[in-house]
């Protein structure tokens, strides 16, 4: 039996970021909102995203810092054995911790329902509703004057030969494991492949990395990558670039990994493989023609820049969106479509200060444009690049591996990028996302206060080698 509910001003599928950034806008407007989830409340980020993968680095970090110790006078290394099951069950303690102070009971504050099941578009275009049914048997039928499509994103595998049939880790799965395999193959060299080789080879894995196009966070500027392939062998991370799976292989020792590059072909053992190649927005099955609301060539909901679908009443936000995979933008997105669809805000997001971190160990981060983005631009571009051995933080780390690289309109001196790979560069690039924000010319960036000894120093020496030798000024030179 089917029971119909009506009067919500705004009918949310989905429940993670996106859709509680929505629901909470709507019910500070004073609006009824229900949320339909078919999972785990909560979404990717909290519970097998951000939230579980930067817990198991970090603790990964503490591993590898130990026995690293060796790089200070004084210190020895140190071999820290490691508790799986333990963490493991540290890093689900803590998702579980966060989804409910987070979700669940944000969602009992706020005074907004989540039903558990799978939602449905019926109806016609004009007049859309939801079915759902209930995880635990039964349906409902849900009427609103605006619907948010926040069903996120899911990992996504190439189609090569053997795949499906020999299975493999994803992201989440690998989160999952009872013990640290013995060796494994990360088929993947960007955000999600690298923090994940690293992870696994600082707890004792032997990991080969395979990146189908010619470097290492092949999107980032090349330096950075370089300089990320640099840490890997150092860690004795395995990469293999510009080279494609071609097929898999499973027998009872492992994987049998064939990567192709040109015509030679390269075969990899390991007892495990996990596939990073990117996500995909979940769309199947919520029978979307039927309301008219349109779909890309990815599976992503086509929206304008207000989150607007092709139908009127209809709203998506977040990874389903088909736009920056992150979890900030998410919120972000799913803010604006309830205010635009209850209050008729007009808004829209402006991406070009956008940050993003990889969080390796040294961190990747960037804003703004690359060098090559420039001249595709139009611009002149004059660029900067500022080696760790000259900035201090890195001295005293005993650490210099990495670099920052300012991106600069040479008409102008606007600021237009920064580009970090350095201990901290999350939060650096915080910085440098202020100063494109605010338009700051690289001369300000050289004349502003900077703390001495913090890696956000960093920021100001760039700036100032674009008009001075920096390996010739005292400490704290202004």
Request: proline share 4%; charged share 20%; hydrophobic share 45%.
């Amino acid at each position: 039996m089917t029971t119909t509910e009506s009067g919500y001003d705004l009918a949310v599928i989905g429940s993670g970021s996106a859709a509680f950034a929505a629901a909470i806008a709507a019910t500070n407007q004073g609006r009824r909102v229900v949320m339909v989830e078919r999972g785990t409340t909560g979404g990717t980020c909290v519970n097998v995203g951000c939230v579980p993968s930067k817990a198991l680095l970090a603790a990964a970090e503490a591993r590898h810092g130990a026995a690293a110790a060796g790089r200070f006078p004084g210190l020895a290394p140190a071999d820290v054995p490691v508790g799986f099951p333990a963490l493991i069950g540290g890093k689900d303690a803590l998702v579980a911790q966060l989804r409910t102070e987070k979700y669940t009971d944000l969602a009992a504050d706020y005074g907004f329902e989540i039903v558990h099941g799978t939602a449905t578009f019926t109806g016609t275009t004009e007049a859309p509703a939801l079915d759902v049914a209930l995880n635990g048997g039964g349906a409902r039928r849900i009427k609103a004057a605006h619907y948010l499509i926040a069903t996120g994103s899911a990992p996504w595998a190439p189609p090569v030969d053997g795949l499906e049939e020999a299975g493999y880790l994803t992201s989440t799965t690998a989160m999952e494991l009872d013990a640290p395999p013995e060796s494994m193959v990360v088929a993947g060299g960007n955000a999600v492949g690298l923090e994940q080789a690293q992870l696994f080879a600082r707890l004792g894995t032997r990991v080969s990395v395979v990146e189908a196009l010619d470097r290492l966070a092949p999107f980032e500027e090349p330096e950075v990558s370089a300089a990320i392939e640099e840490v890997f062998a150092d860690e004795g991370i395995a990469v293999h670039t510009g080279a494609a799976l071609a097929a898999v292989r499973r027998d009872e020792h492992g994987y049998t990994v064939t990567a192709r590059r040109g015509e030679a072909l390269t075969e990899l053992r390991a007892e495990q493989l996990l596939i990073a190649t990117g996500r995909r927005p979940v769309t199947a099955g919520l029978n979307l023609d039927t309301v008219g609301v349109k779909t890309g060539t990815r599976g992503e909901v086509v929206v304008d820049d207000h989150q607007h679908t092709t139908n009127e009443r209809i709203w998506a936000a977040g990874d389903v969106a088909g736009g920056p995979q992150f979890v900030y933008v998410a919120a972000a997105q799913g803010t604006l479509a309830a205010d635009n669809a209850l209050a008729g805000a007009g808004r829209t997001l402006d991406y070009t200060a956008l940050p993003r971190v990889t969080f390796t160990s040294p961190a990747i981060a960037a804003v703004g444009m690359t060098d090559a983005q420039v001249a595709e631009a139009g611009l002149r571009c004059d660029c900067r690049t500022l080696p760790l051995q000259h900035v201090p933080r890195a001295l005293a780390n005993r650490d210099t591996r990495g670099l920052v690289k300012l991106v600069a309109d040479a008409d102008t001196g606007r600021v237009l990028g920064v580009h970090v790979i350095a201990d901290g560069a999350g939060d650096l690039i915080t910085a440098a996302t202020y100063a494109i924000t605010a338009g700051m010319t690289v001369d300000q960036l050289a004349h502003t206060w900077a703390p001495y000894l913090t890696m956000a120093e960093a920021l100001k020496l760039a700036a100032q080698t674009f008009t001075s030798d920096v390996v010739k000024l005292s400490c704290c030179a202004g």
